[in-house]
């Protein structure tokens, strides 16, 4: 599960869960103190220009793993220069 903030907190983003193996694609919109469950698929955000969005993952049920799996059609990304650096 994953609790959404935004800032603003008027603001939004957008999450897209989806999962080829599967046969779904979705795209949702997250606005500030939004819960969203992604049991399984990848499950990507971003947030509209000029907001910004954070979110708290938390796991339930008997079989708990913290596995993280990467879309290789979007792996690169995790190679990408951070374009603000903090």
């Known amino acids: 599960m994953y609790y959404f903030r935004v800032n603003p ?5 957008l999450c897209r869960h989806y999962s080829p ?3 779904y694609d979705q795209t949702y919109t997250i606005q500030d103190s939004t ?8 499950h ?3 947030s509209a220009p000029g907001y910004t969005n954070y979110f708290l993952w938390m796991l339930a049920g008997n079989g708990r793993t913290q596995a993280v799996a990467l879309d290789p ?3 690169w990304v995790q190679k990408a220069v ?5």
């Open 73 to 75: 059609a979007i792996a």
């Open 44 to 46: 990507t955000t971003c």
């Open 21 to 23: 193996e599967r046969g």
């Open 35 to 42: 819960i969203f469950m992604a049991p399984h698929g990848y």
């Open 82 to 86: 951070p374009l603000i650096k903090g």
């Open 9 to 13: 907190g008027e603001g939004f983003g």
